[in-house]
Nanobody, 124 residues
Framework: QVQLVESGGGLVQAGGSLRLSCAASGRTFSDYVMGWFRQAPGKEREFVAAIRWSGGNTYYQASVKGRFTISRDNAKNTVYLQMNSLKPEDTAVYYC?????????????????WGQGTQVTVSS
């Protein structure tokens, strides 16, 4: 059974940092693209960042580029999202997801597998 388990969310002041983790299990993800999405109250889910498990190519939404960094640890089967210079508008539930197609994650904001989400709240 595939599981994606997020952790690391919390409350932080504007300008602060958080690191989210996504522990993946249940299958081999070497052919997958791992993505982070977020959904704020009353808004649609949006793509944040993605990484190819094999090769490590990374992709970012424009509003987070330069502030967020996605990475993976193959040995731990874990994907990370380091978030720096956080802003109140970054407040949302953040989800980890996995799909074999980059287009699904970056353009269609869809994926084969999803985590349960972790809340990130940035106070002003």
């Amino acid at each position: 059974q595939v599981q994606l388990v997020e952790s690391g969310g919390g409350l932080v002041q504007a300008g602060g940092s958080l690191r989210l983790s996504c522990a993946a299990s249940g299958r081999t993800f070497s052919d997958y693209v791992m993505g982070w999405f977020r959904q704020a109250p009353g808004k649609e889910r949006e793509f944040v960042a993605a990484i190819r498990w094999s090769g490590g190519n990374t992709y970012y939404q424009a509003s987070v580029k330069g502030r967020f960094t996605i990475s993976r640890d193959n040995a731990k089967n874990t994907v990370y999202l380091q978030m720096n210079s956080l802003k109140p508008e970054d407040t949302a539930v953040y989800y980890c997801a996995a799909d074999t197609h980059l287009h699904s994650i970056v353009v269609r904001t869809s994926a084969d597998y999803w985590g349960q989400g972790t809340q990130v709240t940035v106070s002003s």
